[in-house]
C-alpha cells in the first residue's frame, strides 16, 4: 500500500522524535513533537487534522481525535502505514549502524532475540534508556 498512498496522496509528511528526545521529554510529548514534525512536513499544509487519540493543543488547526481512528478514517490509516513504513526501514538502517541487536529482523519489538542481544551488548544509544525493562536490564547505554 506504501507506493499506492504516496502515489494517491496530495501530501504526506513522516516525523520522529528519537530515542534521546523521547528519554529528555517523556513517551507522549515526543509523540506530538513527531506529529507535529509530520504536519510541519506536509505540502500543501493541512486545513484540519483528524488524529488517533491525542490531541494536539499546540496546533492552531481544527482537530479531532478518535481512539482507534485508523479503524475509521482511511487518511489516518495511510499516514499508519507510511509511519510503520518509514519506522521498518529506519530499524533496518539502524542494524548497519549498530550490527548484532537485530533491527532489521524485530524492527524494535521486544522478542527474545531482541532482549538476547541487550543482555549480551548492552543497550547502545537507539535504544531508550527511560524505557524501565531497559533501565532495569542494562543500567547504562553502551557506546
Not at 3 to 22: F, M, T
Not at 24 to 46: C, E, K, N, Y
Not at 68 to 87: C, M, W
Not at 105 to 116: A, D, E, L, S
Request: charged letters at 20%; glycine letters at 6%; hydrophobic letters at 50%.
Amino acid at each position: 500500500m506504501y507506493p499506492l498512498i504516496l502515489e494517491s496522496s496530495l501530501a504526506c509528511g513522516v516525523g520522529l522524535a528519537d530515542a534521546s528526545e523521547i528519554d529528555a521529554i517523556g513517551i507522549v510529548p515526543a509523540t506530538r513533537l513527531a506529529m507535529r514534525r509530520a504536519i510541519d512536513a506536509l505540502s500543501p499544509p493541512p486545513d484540519a487534522l483528524i488524529v488517533d487519540a491525542l490531541r494536539l493543543p499546540e496546533v492552531d488547526l481544527p482537530q479531532r481525535a478518535f481512539n482507534f481512528a485508523d479503524s475509521i478514517s482511511l487518511s489516518v490509516a495511510a499516514a499508519s502505514i507510511l509511519a510503520k513504513v518509514a519506522r521498518d526501514r529506519m530499524m533496518v538502517e539502524l542494524e548497519t549502524v549498530y550490527p548484532g541487536y537485530g533491527f532489521g529482523r524485530h524492527k524494535g519489538y521486544g522478542t527474545r532475540r531482541h532482549w538476547k542481544a541487550l543482555e549480551e551488548l548492552g543497550a547502545c544509544p537507539a535504544h531508550r534508556a527511560t524505557f524501565k525493562p531497559v533501565a532495569a536490564m542494562v543500567g547504562t547505554l553502551a557506546r
